[in-house]
């Protein structure tokens, strides 16, 4: 089967689009497995009636890992804000809503979050141990109920079509905080415009009750697993700084 080019290219994987379907052909670098277990993520959030693309196969193609899963044709809001920041607002009000759907689902059944961060801190360059060992510690002490959380929610990993917003890009999804999704978005949106960062903090914690206080409490901890991801596009200086803002020596 001849793929052609890709229509998006990543890290992990690359995207394609062949007979009115997605294809993400995972690179080589990854476990065996990491096709089935993203597939089975999506496939759960879809299962809870979240409106996500349907999974329709996991298979190897060219000796590849590749999952196949139906194409929606739209455009993201992160692209429809970007051609028209008047509708800030607007955007980030549906999101925001999006995301609040997504985190009533109670769930036990994925990769638990304070497992994945603490993979994720113990590997991340930059952290002395005695650093690493005061973040952990505070992560030990955080309480909360699973409930599912994206783990990389934003507004290019939501499609407009037909009037449907489409949640796409499951790889990062976990049982575990909503507060700590909530401050992994903020940070995600800080990167690129305080201000963007700012309104949707505000309207999350306008539309939940949850306080400010609350979600930035996990500032260090996410900061700090995102060290662990190695992307060009983020400051190493810039999280450190998070993390001395919020845990002090």
């Not at 575990?176 to 201000?195: F, H, K, N, P």
Request: proline share 3%; with cysteine.
């Amino acid at each position: 089967m001849t793929l052609g080019n890709p229509m998006a290219e990543g890290n992990t994987a690359n995207i394609f689009l062949l007979d009115n379907k997605i294809i993400k052909v995972f690179k080589d670098h990854l476990p065996k497995t990491e096709a089935m277990y993203e597939a089975n993520k999506q496939k759960l959030a879809f299962s809870r009636g979240l409106s996500v693309p349907k999974v329709l196969d996991v298979t190897e193609m060219d000796g590849k890992q590749a999952i196949i899963m139906e194409y929606i044709q739209g455009e993201t809001l992160g692209k429809l804000l970007l051609n028209n920041m008047e509708k800030s607002l607007y955007y980030m009000e549906v999101s925001v809503d999006i995301q609040m759907d997504i985190h009533k689902t109670v769930i036990d059944s994925l990769e638990p979050m304070s497992q994945k961060l603490k993979r994720q801190i113990n590997s991340a360059p930059n952290l002395s141990e005695k650093l690493k060992s005061k973040i952990l510690d505070k992560l030990d002490l955080m309480t909360y109920e699973n409930r599912l959380c994206h783990g990389d929610f934003h507004l290019f990993n939501l499609i407009l079509s037909d009037e449907k917003v489409v949640i796409i890009d499951w790889v990062d999804a976990s049982a575990g905080d909503i507060r700590s999704d909530v401050y992994r978005t903020y940070l995600l949106y800080s990167q690129l415009s305080m201000e963007l960062a700012e309104l949707y903090v505000h309207l999350y914690c306008k539309k939940s009750g949850i306080s400010r206080e609350e979600i930035f409490q996990w500032a260090p901890i996410i900061a700090a697993a995102r060290l662990s991801e190695n992307v060009s596009t983020e400051s190493a200086d810039r999280l450190l700084k998070i993390i001395d803002q919020y845990l002090p020596l």
